[in-house]
Nanobody, 126 residues
Framework: QVHVVESGGGSVQSGGSLRLSCGASGDTTRRQCMGWFRQGAGKEREGVAA???????LYADAVKGRFTISQDKAKNTQYLQMNSLKPEDTAMYYC????????????????????WGQGTQVTVSS
């Protein structure tokens, strides 16, 4: 079992930046995918960025060029650096980990992930 916890959300003005962190604990030896999802009010949860089991990085089109996902394997931590934030980025952001190996074809799909954090709120004002 893997436990994931997100932090780093907050309120910023349009154009600002935030960095989210996600710590994972438990069984992290299975080369799982790790990713970030978000869910805005009245919207479906969508994939934002992910690192698949082979280290390939995937981004949703809406955040390419603005968000950067990275990980510190020694600390079992991943990060989402969010720059040039827009009001439409306002959402609850979730960190997730798959149970087993995950390929890039599925890394931004909700059904790929078994373990989810509780979420951290990001609010961007205009």
């Amino acid at each position: 079992q893997v436990h994931v916890v997100e932090s780093g959300g907050g309120s910023v003005q349009s154009g600002g930046s935030l960095r989210l962190s996600c710590g994972a604990s438990g069984d992290t030896t299975r080369r799982q995918c790790m990713g970030w999802f978000r869910q805005g009010a009245g919207k479906e949860r969508e994939g934002v960025a992910a690192i698949d089991s082979d280290g390939k990085i995937l981004y949703a089109d809406a955040v390419k060029g603005r968000f950067t996902i990275s990980q510190d394997k020694a600390k079992n931590t991943q990060y989402l650096q969010m720059n040039s934030l827009k009001p439409e980025d306002t959402a609850m952001y979730y960190c997730a980990a798959s149970a087993y190996y995950c390929s890039s074809w599925y890394a931004l799909q909700r059904s790929t992930y078994t373990y989810w954090g509780q979420g951290t709120q990001v609010t961007v004002s205009s």
